[in-house]
C-alpha cells in the first residue's frame, strides 16, 4: 500500500470513531493544517521523480478531496443532531389555548370628555389645557380672588407649601387666566380637566372633572351664553327639547353671575332630562368681571364675554346613570366592565372620529 493509502486509511478509521466537533476540528488541521500531513504531501510534489509526479499528485488530490469530504460529513452529522436534540428539547405545543385577550374599556369620564370636547369644537371652540399643580395667582388672584376672600375658603384647597403658593388647582377657570396671558382676543377655548378640592361623599370626590368655557369677543352677551349652553345640553343629553334655567348666584371673576339648573324627571327609576319639574344644578357661569380682563390685559372698552364651568363628572352621572360619584375613581375593573365603553364603538353624538 502506498503512503498515501495508508494515510488515508488510518484518517478514515479516526474519523469513524465517536468524535464531538472539537475531536474532529483537531483531526482537520492534523491534515489539513499549516504543517499538517496532506499540506506536508502537497509541498513534496517538487521532489518527487518526475516520471511518477503526475500520478502522486492526482493520487494525493483524490485523498484529500475523500477525507474532506468525510470531514464535512461528520461536521454536519453532529450540527444536525445538536439541532435536533435541540428542538426535542424546545418544542412548542402548538396545541395549547391561547391567552383570553380583555380589551380594555374607556372610562365614562374619558368618553364623556371626548363627547364635550366634540360638541364644542362643532360651534367654534378650541381645547386648551393648563396644569393640576396650579399657583395661586392663576388659581385665584388673577380671577379676582385676592386673600381673604371669603370664596377661597369655599374651595376647600389643598395647598402643596407652608405660604399657600403653590396648589392643586380647585377648578378650572385658571386656564382662562393662561389663555388670555399667552394670547390676543377673540378668545373661544373650553378646557376640560382634573380639579381638586378637599370634599367626600355620594356626589363629591376629593378630585373631580371640570370643563372651562370662555368666550370673549367684541360684543358678547348673556343671551350668547345662555344660546351656547341651550345647545351643548340639548347634544350632550341628545334631546330636541330642554328646560333649563338660570339662578342669579355670585362668583368673583363674574359679573352678574348664574347656576344653571335642568329640568329632569324619574320615570321608572330613571332620569330623564328636559321633561318633569325637578331641577338639578349642573354648572356656573356668567359675564367675565372686568377686573379679571384687566389683569390679563385686555382691553375692556373693546372685548368682553362670558365664562362657565361644568362639571364634567355629573353629566357622566346624569348621561348614563351612574349614582355614586366615587365609583368612578375606585378602580374597580368590573365596574369599568360594565360602564365603560368599547373603544370600537362610536356613539351616536360623538362626532369627533367619524368625520
Ligand atoms: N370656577 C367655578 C367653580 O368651580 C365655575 C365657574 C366657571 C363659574 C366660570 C363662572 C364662570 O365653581
Redo the contacts with the bound molecule.
Keep these: 500500500m502506498s503512503d498515501l493509502k495508508k494515510i488515508k486509511e488510518e484518517f478514515i478509521l479516526k474519523l469513524n470513531k465517536k468524535l464531538n466537533l472539537e475531536n474532529i476540528n483537531q483531526v482537520k488541521s492534523e491534515l489539513f493544517g499549516k504543517n499538517g500531513i496532506i499540506s506536508s504531501q502537497f509541498k513534496n510534489i517538487g521532489k518527487i521523480k518526475e516520471s511518477e509526479r503526475k500520478k502522486f499528485a492526482s493520487e494525493l488530490n483524490l485523498i484529500k478531496d475523500d477525507l474532506q469530504n468525510l470531514i464535512n460529513s461528520k461536521i454536519n452529522e453532529i450540527e444536525n443532531s445538536e439541532i435536533n436534540k435541540k428542538l426535542d428539547k424546545e418544542k412548542i405545543d402548538v396545541t395549547l389555548p391561547e391567552r383570553p385577550f380583555i380589551k380594555g374599556k374607556i372610562h365614562p369620564v374619558s368618553q364623556t370628555i371626548d363627547e364635550i370636547s366634540s360638541i364644542f369644537s362643532e360651534i367654534g371652540f378650541n381645547v386648551e389645557e393648563g396644569p393640576d399643580v396650579e399657583n395661586e395667582y392663576n388659581n385665584f388672584t388673577a380671577l379676582n380672588t385676592p386673600d381673604n376672600h371669603p370664596a377661597r375658603d369655599m374651595h376647600d384647597t389643598f395647598y402643596l407649601d407652608e405660604k399657600k403658593q403653590k396648589l392643586l388647582r380647585?377648578?378650572?377657570?385658571p386656564v382662562?387666566i393662561r389663555t388670555m396671558l399667552k394670547g390676543k382676543p377673540p378668545f373661544k377655548i373650553i378646557a376640560p380637566g382634573r380639579?381638586y378640592r378637599s370634599d367626600s361623599d355620594q356626589t363629591h370626590a376629593p378630585m373631580f372633572h371640570?370643563v372651562?368655557?370662555l368666550y370673549i369677543d367684541k360684543n358678547i352677551n348673556m343671551g350668547h351664553l345662555k344660546g351656547c349652553l341651550n345647545y351643548f345640553i340639548k347634544e350632550f343629553f341628545e334631546v330636541n327639547k330642554i328646560k333649563m334655567r338660570f339662578r342669579p348666584s355670585h362668583?368673583p371673576?363674574?359679573e352678574p353671575?348664574a347656576e344653571v339648573d335642568i329640568g329632569y324627571e324619574i320615570k321608572d327609576g330613571k332620569i330623564v332630562i328636559g321633561e318633569g319639574d325637578k331641577w338639578l344644578e349642573i354648572?356656573?357661569?356668567?359675564m367675565v368681571h372686568p377686573n379679571v380682563l384687566k389683569n390679563v390685559k385686555v382691553d375692556i372698552e373693546k372685548y368682553q364675554g362670558y365664562?362657565?364651568?361644568i362639571g364634567i363628572d355629573r353629566l357622566a352621572m346624569l348621561k348614563y346613570g351612574i349614582n355614586d360619584l366615587r365609583a368612578f375613581f375606585d378602580c374597580d375593573y368590573r365596574w369599568l366592565n360594565h360602564f365603560g365603553f368599547d373603544p370600537l364603538d362610536v356613539p351616536t353624538n360623538y362626532r369627533g372620529l367619524s368625520r
Aim: hydrophobic share 25%.
Design positions: 380647585t377648578h378650572t377657570s382662562q380639579t371640570q372651562e368655557g362668583f371673576f363674574t353671575s354648572l356656573g357661569c356668567g365664562a362657565f364651568g
